[in-house]
């Protein structure tokens, strides 16, 4: 296999992967992999920023890779092919790089296979010094790559790197990667950990821009909150079921914007993400979500509004809203949670695929049920109503070709950006699909506001227009406007409970 295309995949596995354990890498017995004439180990990759020339009192404004108690194993094998008297019996090297100078690691002899490290024909032809990585400087700093070297000595089982902190004054995606050419250390491990930070703190460069987003987005949240409350305790008395569900949404995405706030702030001060904030995190998000879906699902059918209950149709709207809620939460702790270095891509490819599915399914539902609703109250002739969905439809058709179109360009912007190196505006497609989600609940905020009319909307409202279609044109045909209601009224004073229950058994039945 080409050197290159193996190093690249290394790159883009651990850039793939948001961290290892945060800003803070650490490293537990991890083992060296054999990549053609090298064993490696991939230390991580992050967006750094170059370090500030002026300090400040929020942070020192250094960026820097620092290497903290940092200790190499080999295998006992490897460690009795040597006298205790020898002095240097083994190298490791520490190399990091820009993911631009990606092709400075390694050569090639003759035009031939790629190798990270020299060989006698390399050490002729590139000057390069046998059993050591072959390290080409970079055009724009002859500093850079950076390579360190840890040394066994004797025949000791372990040997320990010397603390040691690499400034970053150039801002880019950096890779780091523990190289040994050495075949008797074939089996090594790894201990200790590094600590990467960005001059505003231990969050990755990556992430940075999100919590300052964060903090919009709640504020944004708190605005909409005060709007909403304001008018739900002002027509308290006229407020329908629906509207507590939407108090209930815009609560949610408010506690989770606060929520991913403090995750982030907490992930930038200390370099560690805790476990127990990220799940609740990503846990209130995912309830969030889902009953979002749960209510757009129900307005569509007409819950609330045409009809008094969804009827048989309950069981399977819950059973929708509790698988998505499973997928969506799996997909997202793996995101988020702890250590996802052990996630391959197919790994991630399978708890996506749940999710987008379920995704598809709940939109093309939403669709028919919205559509069957407006050809209801078109038969019905229920202006206020109709124009009320109209507008309603209207929106989730933006919403929908808005999302299409959005993942339509992330697509194609990790198709041209396969290293990461457009890292500073990567954040944006996480944020697009919050602030989509928040305008549509904006939406769905205007059109369903609590207000002194708002019963005019409630399905108590219209009893007797839950009748046949086909019942509902012979009344109406040739009727004046005022002769129908009149119609209705005497149809209500009959028999509208009765009515009532078996047009929304047919209505199940139409669902």
Known sequence: MDLAFRISFFILLSAALPTINASIHIYQNQLFGEVGNAYLLPGGSEGLAASLSSENSVSDGRSFIRFENITFWRTQAAADGHSDKEQSTGLVQAVIFEAADRNNIGGSAYGGQRSICCTPDLAKLEGCK???????????????????????????LATSMDQAEVPITKTGMYNLFFIACDPMLKGTTLRGKTVWKNPDG?????????????????IAYLLLTAIWFLQYMRFWKDILLLQ??????????????????????NFNSSGMRPVVITSWVVTVGAIRKTLARLLILSVSMGYG????????????????????????????ITEYVGTINDISGRARLFLVLPDAFLDAFLILWIFTSLSKTLEQLQ???????????????NALAVAVIASVGWITFEVYFKATDPFNERWQSAWIITAFWDILSF??????????????????????????????????QSLTRGQPDGDVSLVKQERNDGNAGVSDHEDETEEDKRE
Not at 250 to 264: A, R, T, V
Not at 447 to 466: C, I
């Open 305 to 332: 509004v045409v009809r008094p209950t969804l009827g048989g149709l309950t069981s399977k709207v819950l059973l929708i809203g509790a698988t998505y809620f499973l997928a969506s939460e799996l997909l997202d």
């Open 379 to 393: 038969v019905k002739r229920i202006s206020a109503k109709l124009d009320l969905y109209r507008k309603f439809s």
């Open 244 to 265: 507590h569900c939407i108090t209930a949404v815009i609560g949610l995405g408010l506690f989770e914007m606060i929520l991913w706030y403090f995750d982030y702030s």
């Open 130 to 156: 046998q059993g050591e990585v072959i390290r080409i400087p970079s055009a724009t700093d002859s500093k850079w790559p950076i390579v360190l070297n840890i040394h066994f000595s004797g025949n000791y």
């Open 202 to 218: 231990y969050l990755p460069g990556r992430m940075a821009p999100l919590m300052t987003f964060y903090v919009y987005m709640t």
């Open 439 to 472: 305008a549509l609940l904006c939406v769905i905020c205007y059109l369903w506001a609590p207000s002194q009319s708002s019963q005019r909307y409630a399905y108590s409202e219209d009893v007797g227009e839950e009748y046949d279609d086909e019942e509902a």
